[in-house]
């Protein structure tokens, strides 16, 4: 059985561009959580979708958006990037909401 | 607000010395702990899931326990494969839906 898979792995932006990522959860999963990860912040959960509907969100700005898609897949976008918007952008999937996330090997975004 | 702390940091062991990693919470009303190892350059790997104090779980080299306040990841006779970062996170409650909220992690290292 696949696992999480984002997409890209790496990618390169400047200050002020914009940036979508994609997550595609373990099949069968209906909920898809994201969290940044930065060596200063550790772990900080986003955002959390469930059958297309967001259902929680962190302190995050509104620079920060999601979607869910009908088939489970996420994205997530980030507007007018800042140089500390750059980290690892890691999607995580469970089953159900409130079960074991399973999560995918991210997506390293660097902000020049 | 809901706090989790991991200690230490950072662990040097050498190869078969046992160890243990701790993890303390302060949130109102626990839904789940879970920990998960990190490798460098990707996303955390699942290990345990422990829901109510008491609670015990074993994996080859590793034993996660639960109290009210804190739990431990037990590391017996450790092999340089078990170099990771290990984290540790909570889930509260229902209004929650899948939130994990992360510690900073213990860098382990096991030198051979």
């Known amino acids: 059985k696949a696992g999480v898979t984002q997409t890209p792995r790496y990618l390169i932006k400047t200050r002020g561009q914009q940036v979508t990522l994609s997550c595609s959860p373990i099949?069968?999963?209906?909920?898809v959580s994201w969290y940044q990860q930065t060596p200063g912040q550790g772990l900080q959960f986003l955002f959390e979708y469930f059958s297309e509907t967001q259902r929680n969100k962190g302190n995050f700005p509104g620079r920060f958006s999601g979607r869910q898609f009908s088939n489970s897949r996420s994205e997530m976008n980030v507007s007018t990037l800042e140089l500390g918007d750059s980290a690892l952008y890691l999607c995580?999937?469970?089953?159900?909401?409130?079960?074991?996330?399973?999560f995918g090997a991210g997506t390293r975004l660097s902000v020049l | 607000e809901d706090q989790v702390t991991q200690s230490p940091e950072a662990l040097r062991l050498q190869e078969g010395e046992s160890s243990s990693l701790n993890c303390s919470y302060t949130?109102?009303?626990?839904?789940?702990l879970f920990w998960y190892r990190q490798d460098p350059g990707k996303g955390p790997e699942f290990l345990f899931t422990?829901?109510?104090a008491g609670e015990e779980k074993e994996k080859e080299r590793l034993k996660a326990t639960l109290t009210k306040k804190e739990s431990f990841l037990h590391i017996t006779a450790p092999k340089p494969e078990d170099s990771a970062t290990y984290l540790c996170a909570v889930q509260v409650s229902e209004t929650s839906g899948s939130r994990l909220t992360f510690g900073e992690g213990t860098q382990l290292t096991v030198n051979p």
């Open positions: 422990l829901y109510s």
């Open positions: 099949s069968g999963h209906r909920s």
């Open positions: 995580a999937s469970s089953l159900l909401a409130k079960n074991i996330q399973y």
């Open positions: 949130v109102s009303g626990l839904r789940g």
